[in-house]
């Protein structure tokens, strides 16, 4: 069993960072011991969880969490034993506020004892602390264990160990097989990610440490090599797991470099090859795809600190050349633009913004500029030409967009004509019908306005999903009140024909029942036939009330569930739901 005053030790270290989180910030209540040793809390997450631990005096003997972390002990049950254990402190303080203080005999210690039989026992953890404490009180005994240990740690980091290939290994020994999916016919592997960082840890804290006592280049390996290994293991999985973080020991790593580069003993050949190798680790695609850790951030600061000005724009233009066709070329000519003003170079600043105005978020960033500077004209005409690029390469997206900066524009200026025109391009080859219909029937004058519609609404290719929520088409007829367009809206639908009923035959059942019923009948025949289960039956339920709503359609929904039950009188579960009718 564990003990509870220094299980600490047995919990992966970013675990137990977050329980002490949840705990100091109070997220733990309604502590109790329901009986002795026997614990209950509720933890304040994501939501609220549940806890149990059982105690056998000082040791820890189970515990439990309902949360959906599957290893081996999670946050919620660290913060729990820290207010256990805190809860005990007090208990036992005010307990002993009451006792009367004897001093007992000292321990007499038997000084023929096999010392190393005494340490294969010792807990390593508490050894650790009292080598710490003790070499903290005396001076002698930390100059002994430093010429000891240290001089051992640096003379072997030099000659035997390689910190690249250890930490590598790490992330090698850490996969597992695991049972395959296809039963076998292919492996399949994992990795133990909470192993890894345990032991990053402890590599970039060495790190720290090199980099203190002036070992520069194994500061450097490891530092690099935490990237590249990251880089190069990372998996999606990371991205959903709130209790691993691969991007903290990114910065760190991140962090240490920028050390290196700012410390007196770091020469420029050492400089120069941190440079060489971030730029091979910033073409790793797992830094961009999954915004993991911006290296070309780190990249360009320590290029920028270490090289003069024309070098650093050697390295931006050589990125943009090797970067032409990423997603996020924007960034790199951005840096260049900034390195160009600070340099006062305004003019190439301004002639690299004219290069790559093709890109959408350098012309967004101009356009924005214009606004700003009230030069609407030079605006709509960057806007213009960038409508233009987005429609040869059939981006929709970006097409809608601009639309909606040259609205805002013309919104700003009152240009009423251009409004009108602008939200009509934006309601026929964009989302949002509604917003642009509305904003346009307050525009149009009263007398245009039926035939205006009547056109945009033919030149629209609406969606033709339908579900709960609406459709933009239909609620168009609802507002204009045209109940044959909606009708024929209804009938013609090929998606989700009974939820649009449901959603949208009340505002019929003064006109079109008797053909809302017929559709309503045909439709539940075939879902009845076609599906089974209680959900089916709970949505069958819920469209035979619409239908019972219009008119005749009482009748038609007690015929209809008299043939259900005949049919489908073996189906308990639909049988129970039809007894409501």
């Not at 402190?89 to 005999?105: I, P």
């Not at 004058?445 to 035939?451: C, I, L, R, V």
């Amino acid at each position: 069993m564990i003990a509870l005053d220094n299980f600490e030790s047995f919990v992966p270290y970013r675990i137990l960072v977050r329980g002490e989180e949840y705990y100091e910030i109070g997220a733990v209540s309604e502590l109790e011991e329901d009986s002795p040793g026997e614990w209950t809390a509720t933890v304040e997450g994501t939501e609220n969880y549940n806890v149990e631990i059982s105690m056998d005096g000082k040791e820890i003997k189970s515990w439990y969490c309902d949360c959906p972390y599957d290893g081996e002990i999670c946050k919620h049950v660290v913060a729990t034993l820290l207010a256990i254990r805190d809860n005990e402190k007090k208990v036992n303080r005010s307990a002993f506020s009451k006792m009367k203080v004897e001093v007992e005999e000292a321990v007499v210690i038997d000084e023929t004892v096999d010392m190393q039989q005494l340490l294969s026992f010792v807990n390593p953890q508490e050894l650790s602390q009292f080598i710490y404490e003790y070499a903290s009180m005396h001076p002698e005994f930390k100059t002994a264990l430093l010429n000891r240990f240290m001089a051992k740690e640096l003379s072997a980091t030099s000659k035997e160990k390689d910190y690249r290939a250890e930490i590598q290994k790490v992330f090698n020994d850490s996969y597992y097989n695991k049972k395959s999916r296809y039963h076998n016919r292919y492996d399949d592997f994992d990795c133990d990610w909470e192993t890894v960082f345990n032991r990053m840890d402890t590599f970039l804290e060495k790190a720290d440490f090199f980099l203190n006592v002036g070992n520069i280049d194994t500061a450097i390996d490891i530092a690099l090599q935490t990237l590249r290994s990251i880089g190069e293991n990372n998996e999606d999985e990371l991205l959903y797991n709130d209790d691993l973080y691969p991007s903290d020991y990114c910065e760190q790593a991140g962090d240490l470099l920028i050390k290196v580069i700012e410390h007196p003993k770091t020469t420029q050949k050492q400089k120069t090859a941190i440079l060489q190798e971030l730029g091979q680790l910033a073409k790793l695609s797992t830094y961009r795809d999954y915004d993991l850790y911006d290296i070309d951030e780190l990249l360009m600061q320590i290029n920028f600190s270490i090289q003069p000005a024309e070098k650093a724009l050697e390295l931006i233009d050589k990125l943009l050349e090797e970067r032409k066709d990423t997603y996020d070329l924007y960034q790199i000519v951005l840096r260049k633009v900034n390195l160009l003003t600070e340099l006062h170079e305004e003019q190439k600043a301004a002639d690299t913004i004219r290069q790559y105005l093709y890109l959408t978020e350098i012309r967004e960033m101009e356009v924005d500029k214009l606004i700003a500077r009230c030069q609407y004209d030079e605006a709509i005409r960057l806007l213009n030409e960038g409508i233009e690029i987005a429609e040869k390469e059939e981006h929709i997206g970006t097409i809608e967009e601009w639309l909606k900066t040259k609205l805002r524009i013309y919104e700003m200026t009152h240009q009423t004509a251009e409004v009108i025109n602008t939200c009509r391009l934006l309601f026929v080859s964009g989302r949002d019908q509604l917003e642009y219909y509305s904003k346009l029937k307050t525009l149009v004058p009263k007398e245009a306005w039926k035939s205006f519609l009547d056109t945009m609404m033919k030149e629209t290719q609406f969606s033709e999903y339908f579900s709960f929520g609406g459709n933009d088409e239909a609620e168009i007829y609802v507002k204009e009140r045209d109940y044959e367009c909606l009708f024929k809206l209804l009938s013609s639908i090929r998606y989700n024909q009974l939820e649009a009923l449901m959603k949208y035959s009340y505002h019929l059942k003064d006109t079109h029942s008797e053909q809302l019923i017929a559709i309503y009948t045909s439709l539940l025949n075939d879902y009845a036939e076609q599906n089974v289960g209680r959900t089916h039956y709970e949505l069958i339920a819920r469209a035979l009330l619409c239908a019972k709503k219009l008119n005749g359609g009482q009748e038609a929904v007690k015929r209809l569930v008299a043939e259900f039950r005949i049919k489908y009188k073996r189906r308990p579960a639909m049988m129970e739901v039809l007894r409501r009718f």
